[in-house]
């Protein structure tokens, strides 16, 4: 499992992938990994309600790679809801981010692996 | 687009309905007709706005159900859906159905049942509206408005408590409203000390589940004249959509499906947003109705909350939000709830809006689908 950016020939970059870059209409061409990268916390939820399947409380991050060509944006579990607007953050790999047998979407439709964003910490 | 009329309109209860959407669309669609003095056998097409019937309740083939069950055989059928905003998708397709000629008469009702699930298990049926990535997150619509709200409050300075009077303002609307699903006055610290949904979003920040139906019956102008001489006209229409992905928003505080659909509609109807008297915005949560007042031109970016806070969307204000007390009070059965916009809308132009009526000659409503995904607004005036 890898967390990568899409990538067109004119350097715009997207997650997920298009069948098109919405930018410019040009095919993606190229991956970036992202897991190599840190991003910055743009905002965040804590979510105490959440349908079948899914952890409570579930926090949940939108984060900004700041990359050469362009910026791109993800959205993801945060490993923690102590955290604020601007933090530093980097992707952990978990291997079930919610049960695929609870919900309504059907289990073999989609990857149910991926990376929640941890708080960069400095040891 | 020629100017499409509005000779009807009707809704049910919103609520915690007994009756299953077969029923609850046949008690709007009927009243509807039966207001107008149209008999079913004139109905040219049937369009009914559902987002999720199969899902929510097992029941597919709705529309063909429907026109049975009306005796509006013969009538051309269909479903229009586009999730919460499957009520102005359906405007749109009835005002396109009438003003390409193809129907005289034009039968849209919107509904959906959905109290019959858990709470989660309706919020997943929504939620299913989401690309993979975000879906295997846990990522609810709830979810998005926290997200959005707290960047709002931070990028703008804005006070939660702004959140709150939207509430606050919509639940003593939706008092006056018979068909609401909450007609009770709730205060701001009630709002505020509410259970946290979607930090920092509580659960009176949230529109509830809700049973319910909605119809409006459409014709070319001249066809309405021979049924009424107080009727309403469809002056400006359009749609729009933004990111399915919603974390690919360049400003997530900008909706640009709520900013392309309204230029468009306001320059069908060659008015601009001064114009307008009195709106009904998709308060399915209460961040919603910033966003939306300012994206379309009512306030400037960033400031919606503080027309709130100085009661300038008040039912005495200068421009009334949610006169019939939002999707906030009144409820939010998915596919019922954009023909419900314009049901109030045809009453506040026409003047019988009763307890409700505020003085309005041009009313704009805005159908937001996903968390702005999809959107379609409407202008409306009196003929």
Known sequence: MTLEAHRCPDGHLTYPAHARCPTCGHPQTDTVDLTEHTATLLTWTTSTAPPPGVREPNHLGIVAFDLETDTVQVLGQLTTGDVAIGDELHPVYEEQLRDPEAGIREPTSQEWDGYRFAPVTDD | MDTVAVISAAMTDFGNRDAWLRDLLAEAGAACLEDAGVPADAVDHLLVSNMASGELEGQTGVPNMLAHDLGALGAYTARVDQTSASGGAGIYAACQSVASGASDMTLLVGGEKMTHRSTAE??????????????????????????????????????????????????????????????????????????????????????????????????????????????????????????????????????????????????????????????????????????????????????????????????????????????????????????????????????????????????????????????????????
């Open chain 2, 122 to 383: 309706a919020t997943d049926v929504i939620a299913s509206l989401t690309h993979p990535v975000e879906y295997k997150h846990g990522v609810t619509l709830p979810s998005f408005a926290g997200l959005t709200a707290r960047l709002y409050l931070d990028t703008y300075d804005a006070p939660r408590e702004s959140l709150g009077k939207v509430a606050v303002k919509n639940h003593r609307n939706g008092i006056d409203n018979p068909h609401a699903q909450f007609r009770k006055e709730v205060d701001l610290e009630t709002v505020l000390e509410s259970p946290i949904v979607a930090d920092p979003l509580r659960l009176y920040d949230f529109c509830p589940i809700t049973d319910g139906s909605a119809a409006l019956l459409f014709c070319p102008p001249d066809v309405a004249a021979e049924y009424t001489d107080d009727y309403a006209l469809v002056t400006g229409i359009a749609g729009a959509t933004d990111t399915h992905v919603v974390h690919e928003r360049d400003d997530p505080t900008t909706m640009a499906g709520v900013v392309k659909s309204g230029e468009r509609a306001y320059e069908m109807a060659d008015r601009d947003p001064a114009d307008v008297d009195v709106a009904e915005l998709h308060d399915m949560f209460t961040i919603l109705e910033f966003l939306q007042s300012e994206d379309l031109g009512f306030f400037e970016k960033g400031r919606g909350w503080v027309a709130v806070e100085d009661g300038v969307t008040d039912r005495d204000g200068a421009l009334p939000i949610n006169t019939s007390g939002g999707l906030k009070s009144k409820g939010h059965p998915l596919g019922a709830s954009g023909v419900a916009q314009l049901y109030e809308l045809y009453h506040q132009v026409l003047g019988t809006a009763g307890p409700r009526q505020v003085t309005a000659d041009v009313a704009l409503a805005c159908n937001v689908g996903g968390f702005g995904n999809c959107v379609t607004t409407t202008i409306l005036e009196a003929a």
